[in-house]
């Protein structure tokens, strides 16, 4: 066995026996796990061999560490907030569509067990993290995955074509170059707000590194539809900042993006000039075209043709098609395959969890300005309202992205919805905090105005009468 997998297995077989006992330590190895899909890397034909799934494992393992430790929610947080129920409608809506659809096919068949594997998994993820520290042990494990893609692509892993990375780096969800590239651009805000809140050089230098690595693989992916999800992690992010540092923020950005523009080859920027003269394109038409299909395939069937559906009957709706299409457009995608109704629900679950992120960060104001945490000798800070504005950040960029990509039961996406639903609790929880130790404050009553003091009263002097004389 390879070394590295040999390092891998250790670290595997160590998250599952701590799992167990913690099941925050499940939740952080099957993010890195997700990340990795050890099966697919270059020395994963030596994992395939003991035949084990490894993120099921990891999963198995979890619900039993929950059985075992039975983590509590406290402090107001819950179990089942609203983001969640509407999604757990969804996934009602998607089953059901599978009934009244067009076709019973294998690829919705499949989607429709995947979404149900999220949603059992976004339920051990709200119950697990309801700390400042958990919330930050899954993040951080989100960073590494997303460090190890970076190092493998600067080293040269994975298919190119004609220059572009196409595929052959991580999980199922974004092997190929555009769901790559959305993945990153959600990561981009984390990352930022993991450097900031940094309070060593050490973790500063791996925050960049990080950065880095990151912004070279979305370059690597010449991927338009990333401008648009880097155009709104830009204005979310300047936004969030007080009105005296706008400006400031908005010129980081742009030296940013300068230096970032260093890092593109010829290519990438032949590539984004055709945003342009999108009219000249046949990717871009092609994707008119088929919005166009589901926008009828609505108006015929206003529950949905069926999940799944969409890549097959779409040649029903455009004539001269003969290969299979995807929507390239979530929304698109969501409305032509579940209808109407799963397009509303879709859409109230993303307002649901941004307004549940919009209370978090309006809690933040009224707590310290952050919290120290402490793993052992490493020190952390966490901020709450850095969090919160990331977390926004990093959803509104994914949906941009989304907006010309299929991206409605990845996983990636439902994680970071997962996320902003850790962190209202985690808000929770701080708040509760923070009243009992201002409760356990000794109280102060307002000092009594000070009078200037009388002096004190004169002796009397005593008259003495003369003795008495006998005369």
């Known amino acids: 066995m390879p070394l ?16 167990i006992f913690n099941p925050v330590a499940g939740v952080a190895l099957y993010i890195f796990v997700y990340h990795l899909n050890p099966e697919t890397q270059w020395w994963g034909p030596a994992i395939q061999g003991l035949g084990t799934r490894m993120s099921f494992t990891v999963a198995l393992a979890t619900a039993v560490g929950m059985l075992v430790r039975q983590p509590r929610l406290q402090h107001g947080a819950r179990q089942f907030p609203w983001p969640y129920c509407l999604a757990l409608l969804l996934g009602l809506i998607a089953l059901g569509s599978l009934a009244w659809g067009v076709d019973l096919t294998e690829r919705g068949e499949y989607q429709a067990e995947k979404f149900v594997k999220i949603l059992i998994f976004l339920f051990i993820l709200i119950r697990c993290v309801r700390t400042p520290a958990q919330y930050h042990a899954v993040l951080y494990s989100w960073l590494i995955g997303v460090l190890y893609l970076g190092y493998e692509a600067h080293g040269g892993v994975g298919i190119l074509e004609e220059g572009r990375l196409s595929s052959g780096l991580g999980g199922p969800d974004f092997a190929e170059s555009s769901d790559l590239a959305v993945h990153l651009v959600a990561t981009l805000p984390l990352i930022g707000a993991a450097f900031f809140m940094s309070r060593s050089w050490l973790g500063r230098i791996l925050a960049l590194l990080t950065g880095a690595l990151a912004v ?30 706008r400006l400031k923020g908005l010129a980081a950005v742009v030296a940013g993006t300068l230096l970032a523009g260093h890092l593109a080859d010829p290519g990438w920027w032949n590539r984004m000039a055709t945003v342009a003269d999108f009219q000249q ?20 069937h206003p529950f949905g043709i069926g999940l799944g559906n969409f890549h097959h009957v779409v040649m029903d709706y455009v004539p001269g098609l003969t290969i299979l299409r995807g929507a390239h457009s979530t929304v698109m995608a969501c409305l032509a395959e579940l209808g109407w109704p799963g397009l509303l629900v879709f859409l109230a679950t993303i307002a649901a969890v941004l307004y549940q992120i919009g209370r978090v960060r309006r809690t933040a104001r009224d707590l310290p300005a952050h919290a120290d945490l402490h793993y052992y000798r490493w020190q952390a800070r966490f901020h709450l309202g850095w969090h919160a504005t990331a977390i926004r950040a990093a959803l509104l960029g994914y949906l941009g992205c989304a907006l010309f990509t299929t991206r409605l039961f990845s996983e990636d996406f439902w994680l970071l919805m997962g996320f902003g639903m850790c962190l209202h609790n985690v808000s929770k929880y701080m708040a509760a905090e923070h009243q009992a130790e201002t409760a356990a404050l000794p109280e102060t009553s307002p000092a009594a105005p000070t009078e200037t003091p009388s002096p004190p009263p004169r002796p009397r002097r005593r008259r003495v009468l003369p003795a008495a004389t006998g005369e």
């Open 281 to 300: 394109d046949n990717s871009a038409v092609g994707r008119l075209t088929y919005w166009k299909a589901a926008l009828q395939m609505a108006s015929d």
């Open 216 to 245: 070279n693989m979305l370059i690597m992916t010449r991927t338009r539809n990333a401008l648009a999800g880097l155009a709104l992690v830009t204005y979310s992010c300047v936004l969030a900042l007080p009105r005296g540092y």
């Open 4 to 19: 590295t997998a040999t390092l891998f297995m250790i670290l595997y077989l160590a998250g599952i026996c701590a799992a």
